[in-house]
């Protein structure tokens, strides 16, 4: 899991789809693949929103692996109701991580398949390449298009 595979997977799709150029927008980990998909690429994106995130690397202040330890840990039982599940794992989560956005944040994650709850991402790829992830790959190239970063005002992503 790199943001040079992600990219490769947008420049692989987007024209398969008939979406070039596109207006493209990402935050956080989907930010900073637009962002490399249009210095790699920039014939392929018309316009770049990034949300929350720079081309920078991200500064570890959240406990990315203990959030994915975490978010591994959790114990729902099948055939529960959406928001018992949701209930559910954010109790299970409030032990260990004390912010509710943030877990707010992490339960957008959880879905149902087949009966069951399960974590959308993929938690195993995204703990053994976290360096990866927080990273952002040093580049030579820019992009000429038009760009606008949308952040908050208490953002931890953007400085």
Known sequence: MSYE???QDLQDLLPRLGLVPCVLIG???????????????PELVERLVAVDISPVETTPSLDFPAYMAAMKAIDIPDEVSRSCARK??????SSLIQDPAVRQFLLTNLVEADG????RVNLDALAQHVDKILAFPPRQEF?????????GGNSEFVQ
């Open 5 to 7: 595979v992600m990219s």
């Open 88 to 93: 559910l794992a954010d109790k299970q989560l």
């Open 116 to 119: 069951r709850f399960v974590w």
């Open 143 to 151: 992009y000429p298009g038009p760009t606008l970063f949308l952040l």
């Open 27 to 41: 935050h956080s980990m989907g930010g900073k693949t637009a962002m490399l998909l249009a210095l790699q690429r």
